[in-house]
């Protein structure tokens, strides 16, 4: 999904009265979705595009669950289910718990669900690791998480020169990725490099987050809009894997 196309269309219209085109458009995408990080994408893409900033992200969760969550429960699609599944997997506390249980009744009212929504949320936490410029003026973060075979990694700039925002983040293929991150990173010697575990990766993004978005490019600024809800869902899910039994 082009990101500058998916903002274009949801934008303009307020959150609340949003139901039909959101049905509309998840009836053209979730057919093609097979995987559970690709209905991920697609939804952080689309709370973004509502949201259209860091401030305005916790309203738009909220009317998604008072507001969307109750329409979706209405029309008992398998589309509406889909999209219950999504928000109970990158949304808010809020958001999670009121589309979890809206789905609950769904499928119990007979609609399958699909084939991703076992999964969907709750990928394994694999390996992690940082590398910046030995200044420390930038650094990049990676956490790379797997759905059985599939693995996905999520990286992310973080700005120290603007009181270490978050700068880009962007999502792709796990596969190799540390090898040749590491390997890059050997031959540079202005370049420092370390893995690290689940509880170092979270407070990393944590204090990025915190600190806010400080983009200085379109794409970048089109990147965390679209990757928002998904980078946090990640980090809430490394700060669990992290926290003592």
């Known amino acids: ?114 084939g991703w929504a076992a999964m969907i949320g709750a990928p394994a936490v694999e390996k992690c690791w940082y590398y910046s410029d030995v200044g420390g003026r930038q650094e990049s973060v990676t956490a790379t998480f797997a759905y059985g075979d599939d693995e996905h990694a999520l990286s992310v700039l973080i700005d120290h020169g603007t009181g270490g925002g978050l700068k880009d983040v962007w999502v792709g293929d796990a596969r190799g990725l540390l090898d040749k991150t590491w390997l890059a990173a050997e031959a540079d010697p202005l370049v420092v490099f370390e893995t690290i575990d689940a509880a170092n990766a979270s407070e990393r993004l944590e204090q990025a987050i915190s600190a806010g978005e400080h983009p200085d490019k379109p794409d970048q600024a089109d990147d965390l809009t679209a990757h928002r809800a998904l980078l946090h869902a990640r980090v809430r899910l490394l700060a669990e894997t992290a926290a003592p039994e």
Do not use: C, Y
Request: glycine share 8%; proline share 7%; net charge negative.
């Open 1 to 114: 999904m082009d990101e500058a196309d998916i903002a274009e269309l949801f934008a303009p219209i307020d959150p609340s009265k949003a139901f039909g085109v959101v049905l509309r458009e998840a009836q053209d995408v979730l057919s093609h979705i097979n995987g559970p990080v690709d209905a991920e994408l697609w939804g952080s893409d689309m709370i973004g595009a509502l949201a259209s900033d860091a401030a305005g992200a916790p309203e738009v969760m909220a009317v998604l669950a008072t507001a969307i969550v109750p329409a979706a429960e209405e029309s008992r699609t398998p589309e509406a289910l889909a999209l219950l599944r999504i928000f109970g997997a990158i949304g808010s506390a809020e958001l999670r718990s009121a589309a979890t249980e809206a789905a609950g009744r769904v499928v119990a009212a007979g609609v399958p669900d699909p």
